[in-house]
């Protein structure tokens, strides 16, 4: 069993930044790859960063490449989305979600195991 909190989320003024945090219990997200989704009003849940049991591998949407890193704190059992040049379109509740039958993130949603509650960012025009 996983158990996975978010938290960081808030308000924040187009063009600034955000660092979310998710940490987990019950596992380690050294064991498994492990991704960040986000889901915006009316819209689906997608795919934003992942990365891999062995840090050695990212991925990144399109719409985030650039602007956004994900990364690990083994020691700490978390894991990090540092979101700078926020913008509007970024708005979204934000979801954490670990994949325990694979060791490299995928961007579908429905390879994931365990969620976290989400964190609401809100960017602002």
């Known amino acids: 069993q996983v158990q996975l909190v978010e938290s960081g989320g808030g308000l924040v003024q187009a063009g600034g930044s955000l660092r979310l945090a998710c940490t987990a219990s019950?596992?380690?997200?050294?064991?498994?790859?492990m991704a960040w989704f986000r889901q915006g009003p009316r819209k689906e849940r997608e795919f934003v960063a992942g990365?891999?049991?062995?840090?050695?591998?990212?991925d990144y949407a399109d719409s985030v490449k650039g602007r956004f890193t994900v990364s690990k704190d083994k020691e700490k059992n978390a894991v990090y989305l540092q979101m700078n040049s926020l913008k509007p379109e970024d708005t979204a509740v934000y979801y954490c979600?670990?994949?325990?039958?694979?060791?490299?993130?995928?961007?579908?949603?429905?390879?994931?195991?365990?969620w976290g509650q989400g964190t609401q960012v809100t960017v602002s025009s």
């Open positions: 979600a670990v994949d325990v039958t694979r060791m490299v993130p995928t961007r579908n949603k429905s390879d994931y195991n365990y």
């Open positions: 019950g596992r380690t997200f050294n064991e498994y790859g």
């Open positions: 990365i891999s049991r062995s840090d050695y591998i990212t």
